[in-house]
T-cell receptor, first 112, second 114 residues
Framework: DAGVTQSPTHLIKTRGQQVTLRCSPK?????VSWYQQALGQGPQFIFQ???????QRGNFPDRFSGHQFPNYSSELNVNALLLGDSALYLC???????????FGPGTRLTVL | AQSVTQLGSHVSVSEGALVLLRCNYS??????LFWYVQYPNQGLQLLLK??????LVKGINGFEAEFKKSETSFHLTKPSAHMSDAAEYFC????????????FGTGTSLTVIP
């Protein structure tokens, strides 16, 4: 049974570009959250999706947006990339109302 | 509001020695508490979690943690360190009233000296 998967594993973009990251949740999970982990820091919550709607949002600008599909998979979109957006982006899935969650391996985004 | 403080950004222990990684939390409601481990260039792996059952929680790879409400602490311990324990460790808190989103500490890097 596959766990949380993310694609791509690595990505290099230049400032001003746009990027889309993808996440497939663990089988049976219906809620997906995205986190940004800058180098040397703990992960920071970006937002959470359930039933194709954004339920909660952390302290991130509108350049960060997302989507959840009927099959529960999710995308994270970042527009107008800044150097400071370089980070490991982690996806976590769970069942709504459950504590905890399973994390994917992450996507390493480098902005040049 | 919820937050986690991990005391000691770097901890070094000798192989076979006790591992103690400290975590203090702040939460206005009963929390769920977690310890995750991250190896270089990898995602997060759950070591253990506290969800209001037994206060002493046993996890994988010989790790355990004790929830102490009076001290607002959830320290991670392992009796005997192995070389393979060298990694970054994150403590996290969540609660149902914030949609179970995680609030992570800044991490503790564990070095095991042979």
């Amino acid at each position: 049974d596959a766990g949380v998967t993310q694609s791509p594993t690595h990505l290099i973009k230049t400032r001003g570009q746009q990027v889309t990251l993808r996440c497939s949740p663990k089988s049976g999970h219906d809620t997906v959250s995205w986190y940004q982990q800058a180098l040397g820091q703990g992960p920071q919550f970006i937002f959470q999706y359930y039933e194709e709607e954004e339920r909660q949002r952390g302290n991130f600008p509108d350049r960060f947006s997302g989507h959840q599909f009927p099959n529960y998979s999710s995308e994270l979109n970042v527009n107008a990339l800044l150097l400071g957006d370089s980070a490991l982006y982690l996806c976590a899935s769970t069942i709504l109302g459950n504590s905890g969650g399973d994390f994917g391996p992450g996507t390493r985004l480098t902005v040049l | 509001a919820q937050s986690v403080t991990q005391l000691g950004s770097h901890v070094s222990v000798s192989e076979g020695a006790l591992v103690l990684l400290r975590c203090n939390y702040s939460s206005s409601v009963p929390p769920y508490l977690f310890w995750y481990v991250q190896y270089p260039n990898q995602g997060l792996q759950l070591l253990l979690k506290y969800t209001s059952a037994a206060t002493l929680v046993k996890g994988i790879n010989g790790f355990e943690a004790e929830f102490k409400k009076s001290e607002t602490s959830f320290h991670l311990t392992k009796p005997s360190a192995h070389m393979s324990d060298a990694a970054e460790y994150f403590c996290a808190v969540s609660s149902a009233d914030t949609g179970n989103q995680f609030y992570f500490g800044t991490g503790t890097s564990l070095t095991v000296i042979p």
